[in-house]
C-alpha cells in the first residue's frame, strides 16, 4: 500500500480538481466482494476515505489515467449520454410513430388494417436481431421516405429497424462505461421508458428511459402530419434529416468508451487460482521491481484529434463471430430471461398492442375523433411515466442504501426489487380499465388513464429489472445485452402480431383483460422468486460451467 499511496500524492497534482476526488478513490483499500455470490458487496468506506454515495464508497475505482471513462469530467458523460438518448429517442420513434398510419395506408395500398400494422409489428421483430450485425439506419429512413407502395416501404422499414437495434444495447453499455455504479440508476431511466451492479444508488438506468418512453411521442406528429395532407413519405424525411445531423454529432462529439484496466483492481472479486497466483507473483519480487511500482506514472490526455479515430481500441479476445454465439446462452440466466419478458410483454403491450388498437377505436362512433387527435395516446403515456420519474425515480436507489447500511454495509442485488412490490398490480389493472373501456364503449378518459397508468407501472419494472441483471450475474456485458434485445423484441412480436384478428375475434376483455393482463400479472409476481431465492440462486449458478464460459469471456 505503501507505493501506491506515493503514487496518488505525485500524481493527484499533475490531475484538474475535477478528478482528483476519483483519483483519491483509486488509491484506496479494495471494496471486498463475495467471490462466490456476484451481487454481495461489502461498501464500507476505508480509513481516510470520503462519503461519496449516500455515505458508501466508491465502484468500480478507476484508473489514474485521464482517458479512464470514469475520470471524466461531468459535461463529457452527460453528452454521451444524451447522443445515445437521442438516437434511441429517433429509433424508437421512427419504429412506433407511424402506427397512426394504420388505417390510412390500409386504403391507400388495399390492405386490411392487420396487413398494415406488420409494418410496425416486423420492424419490431428485427429492432432487437440488428444487435449481431450492422446496417445504414439513415438508408433504410431515406428508402422509406422515397417509397410508393406497400411491400417497398415494408422493406425499408425492416431495414433500418434493423440497422438501428443497436440503440437498445449501446446506452446501457455507456452507462456501464463512464458512470460508477452508485449514478448509473438515473442514467438508464432516461433509457428505459420506452429501459450496473453491486450498488445501491443507481443513477444514469432514469435519461435513458425518458428516449425510449418519448420516442412513442413522434405519433402525435405524424398524426398531425397526416391531418394536414401529407403522406407518410414526409415523416421518414423528417426523420432522415435529424438522422444525418445526429450521425455528425457523434462522429465530432463521441469519444470511444471502451478502456482496458489492470486485470486485477480494487473492487473485482479474484477466484482461488487468481489469489493464488498473485500471492506468488508478489513473494518472488525483487527490491527493485518494488521500487519500479512505486515510481509515479505520468498519463497524458488523448487530444481532441486522436479521440475523433473511428478505431481506437478493440479487444483481441472477443472474437465476433463467438460473441454472437454466446449471446444466445445467456438467455438461461434466470435475471436475464426475466428481463426479456419484462421487456418483451411491455413493448408488445404498449409499443405495439395500445398503438394498433387505439386510433381505429377513438376514431368510431361513438367517440369520432379527427385522426390528427389519435396520436395523443403518446402524450398519455409520456404523463405516466413522468408521474412515476419525477417523485420515485431515487426512492430504490435510497431505499437500498438503507438496507446495506442496516446490513452493516454489505449491499445485496435484490434490495432494490422490495419497492417493485408496491406496483405489481398496477399495470395489470391498467390492462383491465383499457379492455373493458374499448369494448363497453365507456368515457374515453378511461383509455387514456389507462394507457398512462400503464405506464407508470411498467417504469419500475422496465428499469430495475435490468440494473438486477447485472447486478447479479459476472457477465460480459455486451453479450448479455445482446440477448436481452434479441429475446425481449421477440416476445414483443409475438404479442403484437395478431392482436387486431384477436380483438375481431375474441373482443378486447378477454385479449386485454384475460390473456394479456393474467400473462403480465404473473411475469410481475416473479419478484417474490428473486427476492426468496435470489442470492441462493446468486451463488448456484455462479458455479456452473456455464457462468464460467461467460466470466472468461470478460477480459
Not at 437521442?86 to 421512427?94: D, E, H, I, P
Request: glycine share 6%.
Amino acid at each position: 500500500m505503501k507505493g501506491q499511496a506515493i503514487e496518488t500524492s505525485n500524481t493527484d497534482s499533475m490531475l484538474p480538481p475535477s478528478l482528483m476526488a476519483t483519483n483519491q478513490a483509486s488509491s484506496m483499500e479494495p471494496i471486498r466482494t463475495d467471490p462466490d455470490i456476484p451481487g454481495t458487496v461489502d461498501m464500507s468506506l476505508s480509513e481516510g476515505q470520503e462519503p461519496t454515495a449516500y455515505g458508501l464508497a466508491l465502484y468500480p475505482v478507476p484508473s489514474d489515467d485521464p482517458n479512464d471513462p470514469l475520470q471524466w469530467p461531468k459535461w463529457k458523460k452527460t453528452t454521451l449520454l444524451l447522443l445515445v438518448s437521442v438516437y434511441s429517442f429517433l429509433a424508437n420513434g421512427s419504429l412506433f410513430g407511424p402506427t397512426v398510419y394504420v388505417n390510412y395506408l390500409a386504403d391507400k395500398f388495399h390492405k386490411t388494417p392487420n396487413q398494415t400494422s406488420q409494418l410496425t409489428t416486423y420492424p419490431n421483430l428485427l429492432f432487437g436481431f440488428g444487435n449481431i450485425f450492422s446496417l445504414s439506419y439513415c438508408a433504410g429512413l431515406l428508402g422509406s421516405a422515397l417509397s410508393n407502395s406497400y411491400d417497398t416501404l415494408l422493406g425499408f422499414r425492416m431495414l433500418h429497424a434493423f440497422a438501428s437495434s443497436v440503440c437498445e444495447a449501446l446506452p446501457a453499455q455507456v452507462v456501464a462505461d463512464v458512470f460508477f455504479l452508485h449514478e448509473r440508476g438515473k442514467a438508464l431511466g432516461w433509457y428505459t421508458c420506452k429501459p450496473h451492479r453491486h450498488y445501491p444508488e443507481q443513477t444514469p438506468l432514469i435519461k435513458i428511459s425518458v428516449a425510449l418512453t418519448t420516442g412513442t411521442l413522434s405519433a402525435v406528429a405524424a398524426s398531425y402530419m397526416l391531418a394536414g395532407g401529407h403522406s407518410y413519405n414526409l415523416f421518414f424525411w423528417v426523420e432522415f434529416a435529424i438522422g444525418c445531423v445526429l450521425l455528425l454529432a457523434v462522429f465530432f462529439l463521441f469519444e470511444e468508451t471502451m478502456f482496458f484496466r489492470d486485470s486485477h483492481i480494487p473492487g473485482v472479486p479474484l477466484n482461488a487460482d487468481d489469489s493464488a497466483r498473485l500471492q506468488k507473483d508478489e513473494e518472488h519480487q525483487t527490491t527493485e521491481e518494488i521500487e519500479i511500482q512505486a515510481t509515479p506514472r505520468n498519463y497524458v490526455r488523448d487530444s481532441y484529434l486522436q479521440q475523433l479515430k473511428l478505431i481506437r481500441r478493440t479487444d483481441p479476445n472477443s472474437p465476433i463471430v463467438m460473441m454472437m454465439v454466446r449471446s444466445f446462452t445467456y438467455f438461461v440466466v434466470p435475471p436475464v430471461f426475466w428481463v426479456c419478458s419484462t421487456y418483451g410483454i411491455i413493448i408488445g403491450l404498449a409499443a405495439l398492442a395500445f398503438t394498433a388498437t387505439f386510433p381505429g377505436i377513438v376514431t368510431s362512433p361513438p367517440y369520432s375523433w379527427p385522426i390528427e387527435n389519435t396520436g395523443l395516446i403518446a402524450v398519455s403515456a409520456f404523463l405516466g411515466y413522468l408521474a412515476a420519474a419525477g417523485p420515485f425515480s431515487s426512492l430504490p436507489d435510497r431505499f437500498s442504501a438503507r438496507l446495506t447500511k442496516k446490513n452493516n454495509n454489505i449491499y445485496e442485488a435484490e434490495y432494490r426489487l422490495w419497492c417493485l412490490v408496491v406496483v405489481i398490480f398496477v399495470s395489470p389493472a391498467s390492462l383491465i380499465l383499457y379492455g373493458y373501456s374499448a369494448e363497453k364503449q365507456l368515457h374515453w378518459f378511461g383509455l387514456v388513464f389507462a394507457v398512462g397508468l400503464f405506464q407508470f407501472g411498467a417504469f419500475f419494472f422496465l428499469t430495475y429489472t435490468l440494473a438486477y441483471a447485472m447486478d447479479s450475474y459476472e457477465a460480459n456485458v455486451p453479450e448479455m445485452l445482446i440477448a436481452m434485445n434479441i429475446g425481449k423484441q421477440a416476445i414483443s412480436f409475438g404479442f403484437g402480431y395478431e392482436v387486431i384478428n384477436w380483438i375481431i375475434k375474441d373482443g378486447y376483455v378477454t385479449v386485454f383483460a384475460g390473456i394479456f393482463c393474467s400473462v403480465l400479472l404473473v411475469n410481475n409476481l416473479t419478484v417474490f422468486v428473486f427476492l426468496v431465492f435470489g442470492k441462493r440462486l446468486r451463488g448456484w449458478y455462479t458455479h456452473t460451467r456455464l457462468a464460467k464460459i461467460h466470466k472468461g469471456s470478460i477480459h
